[in-house]
């Protein structure tokens, strides 16, 4: 089992950035695809970005695509989401999560591990 742990929320206004953070331990995480989700208040979990296990694979949530990078450090244990450009509505707590072998998994069913999340607050 992988305990993964964010970091980096925080309060931000629009058009700010945000650098989050995914420390994992237990397992090394080269040999699981990432991914970040969010779930905003009343509203259903969502994707927004995922990375293979090798980085060489990347996926996005159409809503993000042009202002998040993920990106992984696996000498470090750890996966980011560099967000630009935060409106409003990114408003959401943050969810990393790890699945074994997957690639670009946009789906919450492909990941068995999940961190306790991060709140990021864009005011306008």
């Known amino acids: 089992q992988v305990q993964l742990v964010e970091s980096g929320g925080g309060l931000v206004q629009a058009g700010g950035s945000l650098r989050l953070s995914c420390a994992a331990s237990?397992?090394?995480?080269?040999?699981?695809?990432m991914a970040w989700f969010r779930q905003a208040p009343g509203k259903e979990r969502e994707f927004v970005a995922a990375i293979s296990y090798s980085g060489r694979t990347t996926n996005y949530a159409r809503s993000v695509e042009d202002r998040f990078t993920i990106s992984r450090d696996n000498a470090k244990n750890t996966v980011y989401l560099q967000m630009n450009s935060l409106k409003p509505e990114d408003t959401a707590v943050y969810y990393c999560a790890a699945g074994f072998g997957v690639v670009g998994g946009t789906g919450g069913h492909n990941y068995g591990s999940w961190g306790q999340g991060t709140q990021v607050t864009v005011s306008s």
């Open positions: 237990g397992r090394t995480l080269s040999s699981y695809g």
